[in-house]
Nanobody, 126 residues
């Protein structure tokens, strides 16, 4: 079965750079749109960024637009999220997710994703 394993994150400084990676296994990676979500304490999980199967389409939440970059390597079965100019509001658990039902678009609803990673904690300090 599909497994997603996030890495990266930890304790970062405000203004710094976040780089997260997600390793995909157990399926054909190139048939999945991929997304990153996050959940801050006391808040609902929210969409951060997504990328289509062939990288032709990317989408970002307003909160990271201009600071975030999502990319994927279909040869290495990985998807990467970078967020620059970190602020305290970027503190959250970040999740990688995979969706097999969107051949061209990038889903933004968490209900649209079939598989989820366990999440990785990102804490931004001042």
């Amino acid at each position: 079965q599909v497994q997603l394993v996030e890495s990266g994150g930890g304790l970062l400084q405000s203004g710094g750079l976040l780089r997260l990676s997600c390793a995909f296994s157990g399926g054909i990676f190139s048939t999945y749109a991929m997304g990153w979500f996050r959940q801050a304490p006391g808040k609902e999980r929210e969409f951060v960024a997504g990328i289509s199967r062939t990288s032709s389409t990317t989408s970002y939440a307003d909160s990271v637009k201009g600071r975030g970059t999502i990319s994927r390597d279909n040869a290495k079965n990985t998807v990467t999220l970078q967020i620059s100019s970190l602020n305290l509001e970027d503190t959250a658990v970040y999740y990688c997710a995979a969706d097999q039902h969107s051949p061209f678009s990038v889903p933004k609803g968490e209900w649209e994703y079939d598989h989820w990673g366990q999440g990785t904690q990102v804490t931004v300090s001042s």
